[in-house]
């Protein structure tokens, strides 16, 4: 399988439960990125991973959480989250955090109930 | 404040007309600038490029220009397919200081048959 896989595709959730998302990117790339895309908003960064390390967090609060085990995964670990995070969630591979073309995953739809 | 604006969130062309997709941005540091398109259920994929040492960039029927003095670039698509519907995402980054790209908040483009 190529390019950058997201699961689950859709997620529902209640705000006590704990659920993560998960990234795979078979592209050989060395850097990864949570994105969060709301309804009429801009694409808005939430965590950038370069080479396993965070280099990157745009004060996101924490009930997200992320995790990259190595340069090929990256999860998003959510517990008690909050209606207003209903969104699509978006990771994306690029292979250094430079100047190159970021490829995204079709992205994790997530709801809050 | 949005650094990267894409004022008009719609735009309906005739197929065989030219498409004209305009993005703004406020951050003088901006010098390289991206579109990505985006189907339903899918990720952004990336288009096209333009750095800012150039005025245009054509590929195929996609061409970018920028106008660096007005803080303004379009993206210019001829002639217009019904494939093209999508949603155009305007990006920037600044080679000085952190590449990761600031989007806009998207324009649909629908192209009729």
């Known amino acids: 399988e190529t390019g950058v896989t997201q699961t689950p595709r859709h997620l529902v959730m209640g705000m006590t439960n704990k659920k993560s998302l998960k990234c795979e990117q078979h592209l050989g790339h060395n850097a990864m990125y949570w994105y969060k895309q709301s309804a009429k908003k801009p694409l808005e960064l939430m965590f950038v991973y370069s080479l396993e390390e965070r280099v990157e967090n745009n004060s996101v609060p924490s009930r997200f959480s992320p995790e990259c085990p190595n340069s090929s995964h990256l999860f998003l670990h959510l517990h008690t989250l909050q209606p207003e995070d209903s969104a699509l969630y978006l990771c994306?591979?690029?292979?250094?955090?430079?100047?190159?073309?970021?490829?995204f995953g079709p992205g994790t739809r997530l709801l809050v109930l | 404040d949005q650094q990267v604006k894409q004022n008009s969130p719609s735009l309906s062309v005739q197929e065989g007309r030219i498409s004209i997709l305009n993005c703004d941005y406020t951050?003088?540091?901006?010098?390289?600038f991206l579109w990505y398109k985006k189907y339903p259920a899918e990720g952004p994929t990336f288009l096209i490029s333009i750095s800012s040492i150039k005025d245009k960039n054509e590929d195929g029927r996609f061409t970018v220009f920028l106008n660096k003095s007005a803080k303004h670039l379009s993206l210019h698509i001829v002639p217009s397919q019904p494939g093209d519907s999508a949603v155009y995402f305007c990006a920037a980054s600044a080679t000085r200081g952190s590449y990761i790209p600031t989007f806009g908040r998207g324009t649909s483009l629908i192209v009729h048959p």
């Open positions: 951050n003088s540091m901006f010098d390289y």
């Open positions: 994306a591979s690029s292979l250094g955090t430079g100047q190159e073309t970021q490829y």
